[in-house]
RNA sequence: GCGAGCGUAGCCAAGAGGCCUAAGGCGCCUGUCUGUGGCACAGGAGAUCACGGGUUCGAAUCCCGUCGCUCGCCCCA
């Protein structure tokens, strides 16, 4: 027997009224913002993600889904989705169009990881990028569609982290500090801070270990240790999260696994959550226009999970609607009445009404159970009776009450109410 | 890449060396009800007990290996 590939997974049909939900706020959410939509494609040319997510992130050195196609290119299955808008953006010439463009896209992204909670090698996310303009004013308005969005969709129990990491004029001198601190602690350290210390000493803050974690509250802070341009950008941040009333926490601890983040970073955690518990991250990116050969372009984004975001609503047992269901089973006995039925069910959605047609096969109990276990509304009956006085008998599942009427008159009937083009759409 | 747990029908699951030609429940199908659902009752289909090897007179059950799944670490949505 064939399984899905480790780490894939199948979206049932059960299972679609969360994706439906989701991506009827996020484009509710981004619509209301001014943000367009992209679609960029699965796959890139793999230098494309080792030029902007950094050659020493985990992304690139162990996790991306990379081989060489036929004509001996090197492609790459897309393992995140700033770094193609960025490339759209440069490819078609969108510095000609007002800035900032403000772009939004739902993609399937890949990571060759361990699976386990909330973590697979494809999921699927929402994002939104803003290039073309360095205000915090803009920072403060894409922090704002992630806590819109994340607030809308009704998730509660949820924080958001702010922190600024600062740009190539500070940071350097940060992270030397932040490396001399913890150099005092060496012997304290567990093996992988170990290493952290060496190769990226930004991650020390992030450790889980306990008593790294401690020191990590000793640590010097990146927003302590900002340039001047980085320090107005941040405080004029937080001035207008504060006009926003957004319920923002600074995090000192927070820094993001990718190269190309400049100045802000955010996330959104739920309280209670595991591992793998952001479900949303983001930040400003102003270098990475230059990185992938464009003029120096500042950018910033988010994305979020849907697998996440779903495992999320579940949890806090969000209510989500129920996605569309056919109005009408047209149940039929009798050979004449299978076609009338086939017709009737044809004209019905040919109209715009939804309508299963059933195959007649199991008797009318039996297709009266099926309507019953579909949850459809109204069931349809043609038999012998009905096809002879030229009437459909209608009934309601839920009252059990039913009614023969002329079918001419019921078709007209449905489809000025229910149909393609009733008022009420 | 590292660590832990678990693999019995579509799903949940009992079973812990012979009473297993594998219990029960959900779901599915049929009938009681020959043109009327939900409830009830009766019946039915569906399992090489993950795979391979070993121990044993005898293995779903014990041992080894493989594969798979899950959870955690790293890291991330």
Redesign the pocket.
């Known amino acids: 027997m064939f399984?899905?590939?480790?780490?894939t997974?199948d979206h049932l049909p059960e299972e679609q009224k969360y994706w439906r939900y989701i991506e009827s706020k996020a484009v509710d959410v981004a619509t209301r913002f001014g943000f367009g939509r992209i679609d960029t494609p699965a796959f890139e040319d793999s230098n494309l993600f080792i030029r902007s997510v950094g050659e020493g992130?985990?992304?690139v050195e162990?996790?991306m889904y990379t081989f060489d196609d036929r004509g001996g290119d090197s492609i790459t299955l897309r393992p995140?989705g700033t770094a193609p808008v960025c490339r759209a953006y440069l490819e078609h010439g969108m510095h000609n169009l007002p800035q900032p463009v403000r772009m939004y896209y739902f993609c399937p992204?890949f990571?060759y990881?361990?699976?386990?909670?909330?973590?697979?090698?494809q999921?699927h996310?929402f994002g939104v990028e803003v290039l073309g303009d360095a205000d915090p004013s803009v920072d403060a308005e894409v922090i704002d569609v992630a806590w819109d969005l994340m607030t809308s969709l009704g998730l509660r129990d949820i924080n958001l982290l702010i922190n600024s990491v600062g740009d190539p004029q500070c940071r350097p001198a940060y992270v030397a500090k932040l490396r001399e601190y913890y150099s005092g602690y060496h012997d304290k350290l567990c093996s992988?801070c170990k290493t952290?210390l060496d190769q990226?000493p930004l991650?020390l803050l992030?450790?889980?270990?306990e008593s790294d974690h401690a020191l990590g509250n000793g640590a010097p802070k990146s927003a302590d240790n900002l340039c001047g341009d980085c320090s107005e950008h941040w405080t004029k941040l937080l001035t207008y999260l504060d006009r926003m009333e957004l319920p923002y926490q600074i995090d000192h601890r927070l820094?993001?696994?990718?190269d190309y983040y400049t100045r802000t970073v955010f996330?959104?955690q739920p309280l209670d959550g595991?591992?793998?518990?952001?479900?949303?991250?983001?930040g400003r990116y102003d270098g990475l226009i230059t990185q992938l050969g464009g003029r120096d372009t500042p950018g910033i984004g988010?994305?979020?999970?849907?697998?996440?975001?779903t495992l999320n609503l579940k949890r806090s047992e969000v209510q989500v609607p129920d996605g569309p269901k056919p109005l009408y089973l047209v149940a039929n006995?009798?050979d004449d009445?299978r076609i009338a039925a086939l017709e009737l069910s044809v004209r019905l959605r040919r109209a715009g009404v939804g309508a299963i047609l059933s195959s007649g096969?199991?008797?009318?109990?039996?297709q009266?159970?099926?309507?019953?276990?579909l949850q459809i509304p109204f069931?349809l009956?043609?038999?012998?009776?009905?096809?002879e006085k030229g009437e459909v008998?209608v009934?309601?599942?839920?009252?059990?009450v039913?009614e023969s009427r002329p079918l001419a008159e019921f078709i007209e009937e449905v489809t000025k109410t229910h149909g393609r083009d009733a008022s009420a759409e």
């Open positions: 399984q899905a590939p480790r780490g997974a992130t985990d992304i162990k996790e995140e992204v990571r990881e361990r699976p386990q909670a909330g973590r697979f090698r999921h996310q992988d952290r990226n991650r992030d450790c889980k270990v820094v993001r696994g990718l996330e959104v595991g591992s793998q518990s952001t479900i949303c991250g983001g988010f994305a979020t999970g849907l697998e996440r975001l006995v009798g009445a096969a199991r008797g009318l109990r039996g009266l159970r099926q309507a019953n276990a069931t009956i043609l038999g012998d009776d009905e096809i008998m009934r309601d599942m839920e009252s059990s039913q």
